[in-house]
């Protein structure tokens, strides 16, 4: 796959075109990113890219003919992609669909904003939330990020598999080594080695984190029956969670140590 990026800022592109996994799937050609200077398309012999606005008003405003020329410049039937907090708010979805094409080109907008008439020659706008930030290079690098670790042999694909939001659903949690950390356990299930009761676990876990976190998605996930029947089992153990959590810091409410072994007397009293 090709990333072209239109920047005014190649340079920002260096540390992360350089490090770990994106240079790694660089190195073997899963992906071809280019940093493009926008810069080299300007008439102006100073180089000018921007101009003040029409109709007045403060900054300057990124000039369409300039992007336009840097566009059909580097254009190879790639899916032109402009960055700006106006656009669709980016996600996983998207990363996916963006990871099945073979040319994209993202336009890095300009911090004091730019003329309306780009929108006219790109594909569709991406904003990565709602928030603004001095220029599309940040986002443009978010994406690339999101999508280059999706194509094929760039990592393992178990290592995304899991992902929150690959199945619409929020990740597991994961643990590692040391077994034991300030009093708090691995729970014992992940050291088990029995891996019929790890995936359920891990599937209980992450649509219990969904839950709380994100209600919002569980709305939308494509649950089963077994899922269900896991939902009931979490909706369980919240009951009980929410009662021992009250009664503890209504009898105890100094005693942190007690909330310490809430879990265990949750699991005492449910199992
Ligand atoms: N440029 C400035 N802010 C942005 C955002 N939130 N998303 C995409 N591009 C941007």
Known sequence: ??????????????????????????????????????????????????????????????????????????????????????????????????AKK?????????????????????????????????????????????????????????SYEGDSFMDGLLEYPQYTRPIEYNGKKVPDVLLSGNHKLINRFRRKESLRRTIKRRPDLIEKANLSKEDLKLIKEIEEEEKWEHLVYCFIYHHFPQNMELVLWERKLINLLIF
């Open 1 to 98: 796959m090709k990333i072209k990026i239109l920047t005014l800022f190649p340079n920002m592109f260096e540390g992360f075109l350089s490090e770990s996994i994106i240079k790694r799937a660089i190195d073997k050609n899963v992906v071809q990113i280019e940093a493009i200077d926008m810069r080299n398309y300007s008439l102006d012999k100073h180089h000018h890219v921007d101009d003040t606005p029409c109709g007045g008003g403060a900054g300057m405003v990124l000039a369409c003919d300039v992007v336009d020329r840097a566009i059909k410049a580097n254009d190879n039937n790639s899916y032109k992609i402009l960055m700006t907090p106006q656009g669709k708010t980016y996600n996983q979805q998207i990363a996916l669909d963006l």
């Open 102 to 158: 073979d040319e994209i080109m993202l336009i890095c907008g300009h911090y004091e904003g730019f003329d309306e008439r780009i929108r006219d020659y790109v594909d569709c706008e991406l904003s990565i939330g709602d928030y603004v930030l001095t220029g599309g290079e940040l986002p443009s690098m978010i994406i690339t990020d999101s999508i280059t670790r999706l194509l094929d042999n760039a990592i393992k694909e178990e």
